[in-house]
């Protein structure tokens, strides 16, 4: 087996904002590259974003401004999290540097040397949010009945990519690797697909400027998933001087990708490759998605988490290790708040963290702080052997959430075995239990480090902080030395030990998080911050005079109130504003509403329009109007 160890991220579109289903392909590669490392391979883990393109075009001209300023502002929120993600990437790709474009114009002149473009005129639907061309049959009143996105007709000339001469050569690479593709249920959907016939694939755009000139001849761009796919070899330096990297490194041991673009990557992308002599990757995992109330997260929907507040409130372990254990690596998952607090309790909080607290604090208040001489009595020994044995089986087979079950067993061992030896009693028996005392604690300890480099790819903070805990910082990292019993010295003095993850009281953190007004709080984000004066023009706001107030019955935050809005008759809205004012005291108060705000209903009653407030910690202050302005006036 190669000693180097190559792992890419699909490279994300610049415009939205990172989601928990962005962030989870990137901790996932990310894991197992830390865990390549430890393994002692050479690793390259690749990630970076993909900037070209017609949603792209779009999305910047709806914020009245230029694509790479769009591209700019977003690849910085990218950077910031991944820093905050302590994501361990190598480089990281944009798709309007030079180097990618040289590596883009390199693969197409490749191809059309072999013979395998030709020049055409495509007509036919759009998918602009996959960006990908649909077939007439998939297509009813105007959306892709596969997707359910909506498409668009194009008629335009393009040069086009012989795929469908690719069919029988990808047949072949599926059945001479079966392991090419994982899990096996998408393999079998890719080979299915295949075997239905390809089409030739149309490779450049004459409608959009936004892309990568087409080599000879400008008036086209090169279809963004051919630039998009180059980008796994452009950043080894394929096609410039220096290719050392792409040698070293080329073909990639594994693509990790969403099960939504499986096919770019098990189908157009290895016919592109062997169309230009290249080799193919070994291996493209295709990953579930996050849903949120079984849907499929996405900013269409609505209904995206963003992993912001989670990393503030809770630290980027705790959602690392949540996203990696909650999902079976390869299907859906819901993602819930419940879930999320009942794993940091349960797992972080109590198995890992109270385990590690009641050790260190025992060993500090019955051994001074230091670490006795090695003891391989009792089961620990054992347990932390197999946890380590069934730890490498499931990684090796890319089924990290049973990787971590692993190494939860062990915790639970190690809780069942202080609870049954019960080191206090020890402690209080005198010199004839001081060496049963001095064994269990080392057992403990030692099942401890083990824990903490087993931990390291998914919690490299944590696996860490409690490295340093326990005096072993300085010990080997290399997994086969480093979990190797009795690594642990005597003599070892212990550091002061902080709790690893504080308990949360769930209840409260659910009201909290619900007073806050949830459910869709993302963060703000730079491309959020700003609107052009058009969008802002869409929200009509107008003056209006309280003419009736009363509480929402059963309620203990919502008032009904009728507001004069200058259309005769007045209109009736709900707001969260009855626990901070008196409904007499609205009365004939002029205030500030959002008018054309589609109608809700909160608690059964009808809400046709929203108040302005200012939000001091949830409380509200009512935006006020200064002057009898007549109601209905606007305001901008
Ligand atoms: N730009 C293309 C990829 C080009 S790779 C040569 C793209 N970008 S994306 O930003 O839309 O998606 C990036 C990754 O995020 C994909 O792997 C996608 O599957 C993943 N996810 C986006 N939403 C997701 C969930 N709700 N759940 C899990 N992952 C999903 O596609």
Same mark, same amino acid.
């Given at each position: 087996m190669s000693d180097t160890f190559y792992i890419t991220t699909p490279i994300y579109y610049v415009n939205d904002m990172p989601h928990i289903g962005h962030i989870y392909t990137t901790v996932m590669a990310d894991a197992i590259a830390r865990y390549q490392r430890l393994n002692g391979h050479r690793v390259y883990f690749l990630t970076g974003t993909d900037e070209h393109g017609q949603k792209i075009?779009?999305?910047?001209?709806?914020?009245? *401004?230029?694509? *790479?300023?769009?591209?700019?502002?977003?690849?910085?929120?990218y950077h910031d999290l991944w820093r905050a993600l302590t994501i361990s990437h190598d480089d990281f790709i944009r798709t309007t540097q030079p180097r990618h474009q040289r590596a883009v114009a390199e693969i197409i002149e490749r191809i059309t040397t072999a013979g395998d473009i030709y020049k055409g005129s495509y007509e036919g639907w759009y998918d602009t949010r996959d960006?990908?061309? =649909?077939?007439?049959? @998939?297509?009813?009143?105007?959306?892709? $009945?596969?997707?359910?996105?909506?498409?668009?007709?194009?008629?335009?000339?393009?040069?086009?990519?012989?795929?469908?001469?690719?069919? !029988?050569?990808?047949?072949e690479w599926y059945r001479t690797n079966p392991d090419c593709i994982r899990p096996k249920s998408r393999y079998n959907e890719v080979v299915r697909f295949v075997e239905g016939g390809l089409k030739d694939l149309s490779i450049s755009?004459?409608?959009?400027?936004?892309?990568?000139? &087409?080599? #000879?001849?400008?008036?086209?761009?090169?279809? =963004?998933?051919?630039?998009? +796919? $180059?980008? &796994?070899?452009?950043?080894?330096?394929?096609?410039?001087?220096? !290719?050392?990297? &792409?040698?070293?490194?080329w073909p990639a041991s594994i693509h990790l990708v969403g099960k939504d673009i499986l096919r770019f990557h098990c189908v157009y992308w290895p016919a592109f490759l062997m169309s230009a002599g290249l080799s193919v990757p070994q291996r493209v995992f295709g990953h579930g998605w996050w849903l949120q109330d079984d849907a499929k997260m996405s900013k269409s929907v609505g209904n995206v988490v963003r992993p912001d507040h989670l990393i503030n409130r809770f630290g980027a372990d705790a959602l690392r290790y949540f996203v990696a254990r909650e999902m079976s690596f390869g299907q859906d998952a819901n993602f819930s708040d419940e879930a999320f607090l009942e794993r940091y309790n349960a797992d972080l909080a109590n198995a890992l963290g109270n385990t590690a607290s009641r050790t260190t604090a025992m060993t500090d208040r019955y051994l001074d702080g230091v670490a006795p001489a090695p003891s391989t009595d009792g089961p620990i020994p054992e347990a932390a052997a197999t946890?380590?044995?069934? &730890?490498?089986?499931?990684?090796?087979?890319?089924? /990290?959430?049973r990787a971590l079950e692993a190494v939860w @067993?062990?915790?639970?061992?190690?809780?069942?075995?202080?609870?049954?030896?019960?080191?206090?009693?020890?402690?209080? #028996?005198?010199?004839?239990?001081?060496?049963?005392?001095?064994?269990?604690?080392?057992?403990?300890?030692?099942?401890?480090? *083990?824990?903490?480099?087993?931990?390291?790819p998914f919690m490299p903070t944590i696996a860490t902080e409690l490295q340093t805990q326990l005096g072993a910082a300085d010990l080997p990292t290399n997994l086969d030395d480093a979990v190797r019993w009795g690594g642990l010295p005597?003599? $070892?003095?212990?550091?002061?030990?902080? /709790? +690893?993850?504080?308990?949360? !009281?769930?209840?409260?953190?659910?009201?909290?998080?619900d007073v806050e007004s949830k459910p869709d709080t993302p963060a703000p984000s730079p491309a959020e911050e700003l609107v052009s004066i058009d969008q802002f023009a869409q929200v009509k706001l107008k003056v209006g005079l309280v003419t009736e107030a009363e509480r929402v019955p059963k309620s203990k935050k919502l008032m009904r109130i009728m507001v004069d809005l200058g259309e005769g008759a007045p209109r009736q809205l709900v707001a969260g504003i009855a626990e901070r004012y008196e409904p007499e005291a609205l009365v004939g108060r002029r205030i500030v509403v959002v008018a054309n705000l589609q109608p809700a209903k909160l608690m059964g009653v009808e809400s046709r329009g929203m108040l302005l407030a200012a939000s001091v910690d949830g409380d509200p202050f009512l935006l006020s109007v200064d002057g009898d302005v007549p109601p209905g006036t606007g305001v901008r």
């Open positions: 075009e779009k999305a910047a001209r709806s914020q009245g *401004i230029e694509p *790479i300023q769009l591209a700019d502002r977003v690849v910085a929120r960006e990908a061309f =649909v077939p007439d049959s @998939q297509v009813k009143d105007g959306v892709d $009945t596969e997707s359910g996105h909506p498409v668009e007709r194009l008629a335009e000339p393009s040069y086009f990519f012989r795929l469908s001469a690719f069919a !029988d050569r990808l047949l755009r004459t409608s959009l400027k936004w892309g990568v000139p &087409y080599p #000879g001849d400008p008036e086209h761009v090169v279809y =963004v998933w051919l630039d998009a +796919l $180059t980008n &796994y070899i452009s950043a080894l330096g394929f096609g410039s001087d220096d !290719d050392a990297r &792409y040698r070293q490194f946890a380590v044995a069934r &730890y490498r089986e499931h990684m090796d087979a890319l089924e /990290p959430h @067993q062990l915790l639970a061992t190690l809780n069942g075995f202080l609870q049954e030896r019960q080191p206090w009693s020890l402690a209080k #028996g005198g010199d004839s239990a001081r060496a049963e005392l001095e064994s269990v604690l080392y057992c403990s300890l030692e099942g401890l480090r *083990i824990v903490s480099i087993l931990i390291t005597a003599g $070892t003095r212990l550091k002061d030990a902080r /709790p +690893l993850f504080p308990r949360v !009281d769930i209840a409260a953190y659910l009201k909290e998080a």
